[in-house]
């Protein structure tokens, strides 16, 4: 069973930074590709950020380029997210999600997280 666990959501203020972690077991294939995803309140889930375990490419969302990158901890199962930069749009629920590509829909993912709360305050 494929399980992916979101941590290291908070609070912080305008400017700062955060960084997200999505650890991942249960996987039966290698080739997978975790993203992330946020969901602001009263808006639709976006996806934010994308990683190939296998290839290591990436795939950022315009509105993050440049703020916010991505990487994959093989030993440890684990994909961080680090946020800097942050601004007050940013605040949203952040979910990883995982399957075999960095689909472009929510509903093309089969394996989601709980999500974890980043809360940007100006």
């Known amino acids: 069973e494929v399980q992916l666990v979101e941590s290291g959501g908070g609070l912080v203020q305008a400017g700062g930074s955060l960084r997200l972690s999505c650890s991942t077991s249960g996987f039966t294939f290698d080739d997978y590709t975790i993203a992330w995803f946020r969901q602001a309140p009263g808006k639709e889930r976006e996806r934010v950020s994308c990683i190939s375990k296998s290839s290591g490419s990436t795939y950022f969302a315009d509105s993050v380029k440049g703020r916010f990158t991505i990487s994959i901890d093989n030993a440890k199962n684990t994909v961080n997210l680090q946020m800097n930069s942050l601004k007050p749009e940013d605040t949203a629920v952040y979910y990883c999600?995982?399957?075999?590509?960095?689909?472009?829909?929510?509903?093309?993912?089969?394996?989601w997280g709980k999500g974890t709360l980043v809360t940007v305050s100006s």
């Open positions: 999600a995982g399957d075999r590509i960095c689909f472009n829909t929510v509903r093309a993912f089969n394996y």
